[in-house]
Structures are given as structure tokens and as C-alpha cells.
């Protein structure tokens, strides 16, 4: 006998006594107003993170100004938010992990974020790229629009696809493994600036 | 976790299809010979490891070790822990019987190219492993990861974490291993939207914890182009037999119940003698392995309920723990001697002249001498009162 068929085995003979499922109330909150851009501005601070308000046509000045260097971009970002100082990720094959890994940031868009908790979602669209082009820079821009935003988690799982990959992002890298003090930045990128385009 | 069995088929399907492979494992000698023989099939001497509670219940890093595969753990406490070669004292934060001069000088003594110059400050600390780690990251093939939830509906892994090694390890490698317990699965999609809710929360306190890294199968040109999900039973059927304690089942790990244990307060993790400290180790431990492996553990609890007030998914841990005590075997001489103490504890005369008897022997010898079960080894016995009730309230 297989071990898939063991252990399913066991499994059903565990349940023999028949155990209804439990219940799954939805009763929490799940309908919300209309999301507060206040408060994903409050609670992105609260975690570290840098956050402008700013008009469309900024996007490629400012992020330049807070890079310093070359940037990463997707190939998708839309052009005029493209810095003149770039390096562009063309997917598969993409650019070399040194060569993302060197540059002074990377720059994306955004799937969703959530305003409650100042998390921010990456589906790997083509505005935001690989998964490895956010990961090794010590510098990530991103730039989000007032639609893309929520107010709550649940809102934000029920826009979300996931047979993509999804990274929830909520503030720069952390750790408070050493007498519980909390130290931002370890492995992610330290910095994270959020480009909030006004509606 | 009725609907387990075709939760989990359901799982496999959605993952086969998604271009992933999906392996069982009956106990953790097959888990380790699988996760063992799949390194081996990259030909990659070195994996990277993100911390998982249920990698380390099965004991992977000595299985691979023993195979000549080096595993480098990456959660900045467990590599304190590996660096030190140490154990784990706690579920969330590990390392949280080390201070920051102990760490500094394993970092100084253990880490490859580690700056001597190095101070214990936090930050700096942190800073160090960032820079060791990063080239490990860069140059290895494999990885090893747990999973926080495995979506039955979807296929979808969700890996939920604070420092980016995760993230590394989950996006890096160009084989990505993952090993679960059967526990582990939600039904739904949506079912995320509680538990991403709840977990946070209850295990840090944070509002939402820095990253989560959700994957489903492989996703071509990005991340691992080859994935592996060995579904870990090693127990865990045999917890769901169990009616009282099968709802030990629905934990995910937060660690609140140790935060708030007073007995966990006083002994800290190592006391355990378990992989699942706390709480809900006392109740998962002896249920996974036998009570007679860790037939002390039910009994560590003052059965406070503080644990059950804190558990975000209602595991009742003190009615576990009275119902594993009845399981938990007892000495010959203990059983005779509870029998005797309830048969003249139930007549009242008995009673009387037991109690008369005792306050004799308490002017006959030193405290405790002569007890046969080696109770007052570690700890005095009372001291007998001089009255006892019974004569007070006769003399009022």
C-alpha cells in the first residue's frame, strides 16, 4: 500500500465517528466604507515606511531623487514613470541576481493594499515584475494608485488571483529575534517608499 | 478537519496541476528519506532552510546532515540556535534564552567572515546575518521551507514571515521543497482573510506582519521552476482519533498560549523536553509521539486556563490536558496510595483517625522521611498543623 493511500486511510478511519464540520461564521466585519487613504498613510509611518503624495507626472523625478542611482524597473511599468537611469527586467530570461542586487532600487506598481494594515500586495503583474527584482535591492519605490486601495483584508483576499504569486508587503523587512528589541531591515530590501498618486 | 480526506486529495490535484509534485509521508523517517533523496536528485550539497516547526519534528537537519547535506537555517534565532548548537526554547522567538553578548560571541566564534570589530548591538547583529546570508542565498539551489496554510481549493501556499529570508528562500532557489503537515489545510480562498487576520495578531501583536509570500505549483519564469509538497501525517491521524484532543489540530502556531503561561514563564521552552514547547506542547507532544513519551508534560500545568483565553482558535488546552493525565500511565505504589487516600477520605471516621495518626508522625520523625515515592526529593512536605479542623471546631 502507497503511503498516500495510508495515511488517507487512517485519516478516515480517525474520522469514523462521523464529526459534522464545524461551522464557519462570517459574522466578523466584512463590509467596510470606503477606504480611508488617511489611514493606510498613518499606518505605513507607524511601520517605517516613507510615504509622498504626489501627481503622476512626479513619479519619475521623485523616484529618482530617492534612488540616488540606477533603478530596477519591470518591462511593464508605464513609460513615463520610468526614471532616464534604468534597468529593465524583461521577465524570462531577466537581468543577473548581481545585477538587480547592485542597483540602487527598484521601482513597481501595485496589485492592492490594505488600508487597516498598511500592507501593500505584489501579484507579479507585468507593472511589478519577477518576485526576485523587489527582494534584492535595499530600496523599493512603489507607486499606488487611490483605487487600488482598500479598507480591510478581506476585501483585499476577494480582488486578489491566487494562481498568481502574491508577496503582502507591510513595512521594510524586520526582526525582533535578538531580546525581542525590533530591528528593521535583515534580509528585504530596508527602505520602502510609497508613491501615493493623488486621485 | 472532518472533510479532511478529500480536502487533502483536493490539494494534490490542485497543485498536480499547477506543475508541482506532491509526495506523502506516513512518519518522519519517510519525510526525511524523500526531502533527502530529492536534494540528492539536484546534486546541491547545501540547502537553505526557512524556520519550520514541523522540519524540525521530524529532526530534517540531522537526517540531511547525516547524508552529507548541509542545512543552513535563515530565520535570524534559528541560526543563533544552529550557530551556538543549541536548541530552540520557543516557537515564535527561539533564540529567546540568548542575550545579545551571548549572540555576538557565537556570531564572533560560529560565522564565516564575521567582522571581529562586531558589537552587540541589535541592528549591527542583525546587519551581520544580512551580510553572511546573502551570499548563501545567491549561490544555493535548494531550499526547504514549512507552510503556514495550504489552500485546498486553490493549491495555494502561503508562507507568513517578518525578516525576508522567507521571501529569499521562496524565490531564489530553483527548487523549492516544502514540507506540511496534513493539519495545515483551509478549505477556501477566502478562509485567508481569517486567518491572515488572526495570526498576526495573536502571535506578534503586529497589525499585519511584514511579508507573507503566497505561491501556487510553479509559476514559469519566476521563482522555483521546481516545487515539492511532502504532506506530513507522523501522528497526526492518530491526534484526529481522539475526540477530546483533536481540536489540538487547529493550531497555528502563534505561540500565544506560551506568552501568557505562567508555568512556561518559570521554566522557559528547554524544560519541555519537546520540539512544541508551552502549552500547546503539553497537549501536542505526548498526542503526536505517545503519553508515554512525554508522560510528565500533561501534568506541567496549574490549569490556570490562561492559554485557552489567549488561543485565537479555541483550542481548549486544560480539558485536553485532564484528559491526557487519565492516559498518562501511574507507578503501582501511586495508584495504591491515591485508592487508600479516597477510600478514608470517603468515611468520615477513617478520616478522623488518619488525621490523628498523621499529626503523631509528624512529632515522631523529620518531615517526610519514609515517604516511598521519592515526592519530597525536590520539594518539602507541608508541615501538619498542630489542630486539626475537626479539633478546632469541637473546641470553639
Request: proline letters at 7%.
Amino acid at each position: 500500500m502507497s503511503s498516500r493511500e495510508l495515511i488517507l486511510g487512517r485519516v478516515r478511519a480517525a474520522l469514523r465517528d462521523g464529526p459534522a464540520p464545524g461551522p464557519a461564521p462570517r459574522d466578523y466585519r466584512r463590509s467596510f466604507p470606503s477606504a480611508d487613504l488617511d489611514v493606510l498613510v498613518d499606518r505605513l509611518v507607524d511601520y517605517k515606511a516613507t510615504v509622498r503624495r504626489i501627481t503622476e507626472d512626479a513619479v519619475a523625478a521623485v523616484a529618482a531623487e530617492i534612488a540616488g542611482g540606477t533603478i530596477v524597473v519591470p518591462e511593464g511599468l508605464p513609460s513615463d514613470w520610468r526614471p532616464s537611469d534604468v534597468l529593465v527586467d524583461e521577465g524570462d530570461p531577466g537581468l543577473a541576481p548581481d545585477r538587480i542586487a547592485g542597483a540602487a532600487a527598484v521601482l513597481t506598481a501595485a496589485a492592492v493594499a490594505v488600508a487597516e494594515t498598511g500592507t501593500i500586495v505584489l501579484d507579479a503583474s507585468p507593472d511589478q515584475g519577477r518576485r526576485i527584482i523587489t527582494l534584492l535591492p535595499d530600496v523599493h519605490i512603489v507607486v499606488l494608485r487611490p483605487g487600488q486601495v482598500v479598507a480591510s483584508v478581506p476585501e483585499a483576499v476577494a480582488r486578489l488571483d491566487p494562481a498568481r504569486p502574491l508577496t503582502w508587503i507591510s513595512g521594510p523587512s524586520a526582526t525582533s529575534d535578538i531580546e525581542l528589541n525590533r530591528v528593521e531591515g535583515v534580509h528585504g530590501p530596508r527602505n520602502l517608499h510609497i508613491l501615493l498618486l493623488e486621485s | 478537519m472532518s472533510r479532511l480526506p478529500e480536502l487533502l486529495e483536493q490539494l494534490e490535484a490542485r497543485v498536480t496541476e499547477r506543475g508541482g509534485v506532491v509526495h506523502w509521508a506516513a512518519d518522519a523517517n519517510e519525510a526525511n528519506a524523500i526531502v533527502t533523496d530529492l536534494v540528492k536528485q539536484t546534486g546541491s550539497e547545501r540547502v537553505i532552510k526557512v524556520k519550520s516547526m514541523a522540519t524540525q519534528e521530524i529532526a530534517l537537519n540531522e537526517a540531511l546532515e547525516a547524508a552529507g547535506i548541509q542545512p543552513i537555517e535563515t530565520d535570524l534565532a534559528e541560526l543563533i540556535v544552529q550557530l551556538g548548537e543549541d536548541k530552540p526554547s520557543h516557537i515564535l522567538v527561539p533564540a529567546i534564552h540568548r542575550n545579545r553578548s551571548e549572540i555576538r560571541e557565537i556570531f564572533l566564534k560560529a560565522m564565516p567572515g564575521v567582522d571581529p570589530a562586531l558589537t552587540d548591538d541589535p541592528p549591527v547583529l542583525a546587519a551581520a546575518a544580512r551580510k553572511y546570508l546573502r551570499e548563501t542565498f545567491l549561490s544555493t539551489k535548494v531550499a526547504i521551507s514549512g507552510a503556514n496554510f495550504g489552500i485546498a481549493e486553490t493549491g495555494t501556499l502561503a508562507v507568513v514571515e517578518s525578516e525576508g529570508n522567507g521571501r529569499m528562500c521562496l524565490t531564489l532557489p530553483e527548487t523549492l521543497i516544502t514540507v506540511m503537515g496534513i493539519e495545515k489545510i483551509v478549505p477556501a480562498w477566502q478562509d485567508l482573510e481569517v486567518f491572515l487576520q488572526l495570526l498576526p495578531r495573536a502571535s506578534t501583536g503586529e497589525r499585519m506582519n511584514p511579508y507573507t509570500t503566497m505561491w501556487t505549483g510553479v509559476t514559469p519564469g519566476d521563482g522555483p521552476q521546481n516545487f515539492h509538497l511532502v504532506l506530513l501525517d507522523n501522528g497526526r491521524s492518530a491526534v484526529l482519533a481522539d475526540e477530546t484532543g483533536r481540536q489540538a489540530l487547529h493550531c497555528i502556531r502563534c505561540s500565544a498560549c506560551l506568552n501568557v503561561c505562567p508555568v512556561y514563564e518559570r521554566t522557559g521552552g528547554h524544560a519541555y523536553g519537546s520540539v512544541y514547547p508551552g502549552p500547546i506542547g503539553a497537549v501536542l507532544s505526548p498526542q503526536l509521539t505517545g503519553v508515554e513519551d512525554n508522560a510528565s508534560l500533561p501534568f506541567a500545568s496549574s490549569l490556570c486556563g490562561a492559554c485557552f483565553d489567549a488561543c485565537p482558535v479555541k483550542i481548549d488546552i486544560p480539558a485536553i490536558l485532564v484528559h491526557l493525565r487519565n492516559q498518562a500511565p501511574h507507578s503501582r505504589a501511586e495508584r495504591a496510595a491515591m485508592r487508600a487516600a479516597a477510600y478514608t477520605m470517603a468515611r468520615p471516621r477513617l478520616y478522623a483517625r488518619a488525621q490523628r495518626a498523621a499529626k503523631l508522625a509528624r512529632i515522631a520523625g523529620r518531615r517526610g522521611r519514609g515517604l516511598p515515592l521519592g515526592w519530597t526529593d525536590a520539594r518539602d512536605l507541608p508541615e501538619i498543623p498542630q489542630q486539626t479542623f475537626r479539633d478546632w471546631w469541637a473546641s470553639r
